[in-house]
């Protein structure tokens, strides 16, 4: 490294640099925000890791409350690193990391835990070197306990004196121009939205040999094989670009890419698959990356961001602002915490804390929860956001557990824990956000829900939200529960929650998600199979209120059921959303909440899509544990996963189809200019009724009707179809019932036969008519009443 210097120090006080540490032409600026800190040091490392400083700088406190410095000569992939005195440790000369001179408590009467002994990295930093679980600490001797702070002797010393500067995280100075292609800016009805974590997405070795799989899948000809180094990465992700736009999603929501803490060995209580634990919110995970050098996992993920946008495709990002990595009071104890950044530096700004300054969790279960009275908590947020939508191109975000950015703990007694729960629909927070969203062309979605409230629709105007009711009352409905009532308005859009949100657009409609079963074992499990060995397990928590049903057992039904959930989705009026691997029949032997998995079971196996029997073929090579096999075999050829295609066909059914992309709910009226879902009982006459299993939905639209035919109850059901305008007829288009799983229950639109005035529906299946303009030369309309 060349000579480091500080330069016009005088200047650094009065300075307005932004946040962050940033290159410029004249050197290098920093700023971290620390208003209760009495000193600040930067320090520069020449390792991330067994090495002390090579530099320290004292920097300047500005009016703001944030401490400045620039700083000329350093070189890009500089390591970084700061120590912060407080009231509660105030600075001596004679201090030296690693000893306990000038301490007085562990923490100040605001509750911020300024400790010098340690190391912090920016919380603005763009990269980081490690995260707290790293494996290669035990290369020292040491393991993530050297964080802590607190009286506790560890080897011999007090915890709070063990100095952590050759072990903590660093930022990384970065400075990326790799250009990222242009947003496909598509408007949010037309989206399907498939959730996905990187890993999961090409770490499965089956994505070496994609062209073979899929070479006799139409419409998957650009698909190509990803090579060993780059399964399992931001750049194996973009080159996934081609299955799943021919696949027939739109939008790709990848489960948390910030930098999270996760050991790389996946060490028993080191692990962390799903990644919702973040470490820092402007870094990208720096374990997907192919390329691990400073800079390659910004660049990279730029890469994989283009790849997605050159094939029309967006990237949702899904981000957890609601808690941090930094975790909360170590056994309960006020004095003791484990913080490596935002907590180092202003705990009583960031988190909230009890009357006594013990951390809160109460809405998150995760140790810690963020303070959204404080301003710089919703700076944090704002500043991450334009970074990954300007910088990083995201096109859109899942925030987990958003609620807890609706809530003002500032606003009531910090123990006062039934106003502390008060969710706030006007919070500036949730205000700023639907405003940034809107200038920038984003979509932002809630998790409208956590630990202390459940709030599906009480978002401001501008937010989508993940539609929980939705959920339920498909699941419920779709096992035979005749919840008829909550059926129809979900079913519908759920007016009566969204009609001020901005549109239909903003529910998005979801019967599985990551966490909880996924489509397939929903039909196959009665209860969660959490506890049974790896790969499938074990695993802790998991929801014991399913919804689900094994189906009696049956196979055949199974695979009736899946195809009946996918035709709701995919009818339904909002914006879709599938989890990754429904399409093809994924299982995770009934795992509801495989969270700190790092397992190749977990992952996409696309060895199941080119067969007819998908749970039945091999996890991997060397892994000895089976898929329990729940659905058999479909009545198709041996190649065919009709699974597989039958959710090809509805993807691309919807895009297709501007009255299956609708932002408004219709006037209810028949056979005028706008869309209307119209409900109706089986044989037509009247409004279903609470308790009705089976119904009928005109998708009313002008020159382009859809009438579908549910039948959930137990036994077979006439359906009464009348007939279409002059000059129309009507097709078949959908067929759930097993009759037809050899030619994958779906006919190409205006292939179908023609049919009309009714059918006869078998239990536990959905029938689709396509009105179609009526052909020159009429085909012999089909007899009715009969089987379809």
Request: proline residues 6%; hydrophobic residues 35%; aromatic residues 12%.
């Amino acid at each position: 490294m060349t000579d480091v210097i500080a330069l016009a120090q005088d200047s650094w006080s009065r300075a307005k640099w932004p946040l962050g540490t940033h290159p410029h032409a004249e050197g290098v600026t920093f700023a971290v925000y620390a208003p209760a800190a009495t000193r600040v040091e930067l320090e520069i490392y020449p390792e991330a890791l067994g090495v002390s400083a090579s530099h320290r700088f004292r920097l300047a406190k500005g009016r703001d409350g944030i401490w400045r410095g620039l700083l000329q000569g350093l070189q890009f992939g500089a390591l970084i690193g700061f120590r912060a005195w407080g009231r509660n440790w105030p600075y001596r000369k004679r201090w030296r990391p690693g000893t306990q001179i000038g301490f007085i408590s562990d923490l100040d009467e605001h509750g911020n835990r300024f400790n010098p002994n340690k190391v912090l990295f920016d919380p603005y930093a763009r990269e980081v070197t490690h995260n707290v679980f790293t494996d290669r600490l035990g290369e020292f001797g040491v393991n993530d306990g050297v964080f802590g702070t607190g009286g506790d002797i560890v080897d011999g010393v007090t915890r709070r004196s063990i100095d952590t500067g050759p072990y903590a995280p660093k930022g990384v100075l970065i400075a990326d121009y790799t250009p990222v292609t242009p947003k496909p800016r598509r408007p949010a009805e037309k989206a399907v939205i498939y959730e996905v974590q990187v890993e999961q997405l090409s770490g499965h070795p089956s994505v070496a040999r994609l062209t073979q799989l899929l070479g006799r899948e139409p419409g998957f000809e650009d698909v190509v094989d990803i090579q060993e180094d780059f399964q399992g990465t931001y750049k194996g992700a973009g080159m996934m670009a081609p299955y799943l736009k021919a696949l027939g999603v739109t939008t790709v929501e990848l489960l948390p890419i910030h930098e999270h803490n996760a050991s790389e060995s996946a060490r028993e209580g080191a692990t962390n698959a799903w990644g919702y634990m973040t470490l820092s919110f402007f870094a990208p995970n720096r374990r997907f990356a192919a390329d691990q050098s400073w800079g390659g996992p910004t660049r990279e993920f730029k890469e994989m961001v283009s790849a997605f946008h050159d094939a029309g495709l967006e990237v949702y990002l899904d981000v957890v602002y609601n808690h941090t990595a930094e975790g909360g009071n170590w056994n309960g104890d006020v004095n003791t915490t484990g913080f490596t950044s935002l907590g180092g530096f202003a705990c009583a700004e960031y988190y909230q804390m009890t009357a006594d300054k013990i951390m809160v969790d109460g809405a998150t279960g995760t140790s810690n929860q963020l303070n959204y009275s404080s301003d710089a908590a919703r700076r944090l947020v704002l500043d991450s956001l334009r970074y990954w939508t300007v910088e990083m191109q995201a096109d859109g975000f899942r925030f987990d557990l958003a609620t807890v950015l609706g809530r003002l703990p500032g606003a009531a007694d910090p123990d006062d824990w039934h106003r502390q729960r008060r969710f706030f629909s006007d919070h500036p927070l949730l205000v700023d956000i639907a405003t940034f969203a809107k200038e920038e062309n984003i979509e932002v979605i809630a998790e409208a829900w956590d630990l202390w409230g459940y709030e599906v629709g009480n978002f401001p105007r501008g937010w989508g939200e993940w539609n929980g009711r939705y959920r339920d009352a498909v699941r419920r409905f779709s096992k035979g529960d005749g919840n008829t009532v909550a059926f129809i308005d979900t079913f519908n859009g759920d007016y009566h929650h969204f009609h001020d949100s901005g549109g239909a657009q903003k529910t998005i409609n979801f019967i599985t998600a990551h966490d909880g079963f996924n489509m397939a074992d929903l039909v196959s499990y009665q209860h969660k199979n959490n506890d049974q060995p790896p790969p499938f397990g074990p695993s802790d928590g998991g929801s014991d209120d399913n919804l689900s049903w094994d189906s009696g057992g049956s196979q055949s039904l199974r695979r009736q059921r899946l195809r009946n959930l996918w035709a709701i989705l995919f009818l339904s009026r909002g914006v879709p959303m599938v989890v990754a691997g429904d399409e093809f029949g994924r299982t995770q032997n009934g795992n509801n909440n495989p969270w700190a998995l790092h397992s190749i079971a977990m992952r996409n196996n696309y060895a199941m899509i080119p067969t007819n029997a998908p749970q039945s073929v091999p996890v991997a090579d060397g892994v000895d544990a089976p898929y329990h096999d729940n659905l058999g075999r479909f009545d198709t050829a041996d190649h065919v996963n009709g699974m597989f295609r039958f959710a090809r066909f509805l993807a691309h059914l919807r895009q297709r189809h501007e009255s299956l992309q609708q932002r408004s709910w219709g006037d209810m009226i028949a056979d005028d200019k706008d869309v209307s879902y119209l409900f109706h009982t089986p044989s037509g006459e009247g409004f279903p009724s609470e308790g009705d299993r089976a119904l009928a939905i005109q998708i009313d639209s002008p020159g382009d009707d859809f009438w579908v035919m549910i039948n959930m109850a137990g036994h077979e059901v006439e359906f009464t179809v009348p007939p279409p305008p002059s000059g129309y007829v009507w097709r078949r288009l959908i067929n759930t019932s097993a009759e037809f799983e050899s030619r994958c229950n779906f006919w190409q639109e205006g292939e179908g036969a023609i049919v009309s005035g009714g059918v006869v529906l078998p239990a536990w299946s959905i029938a689709v008519w396509q009105e179609r303009p009526e052909p020159i030369r009429r085909s012999r309309s089909v007899g009715t009443r009969r089987r379809r």
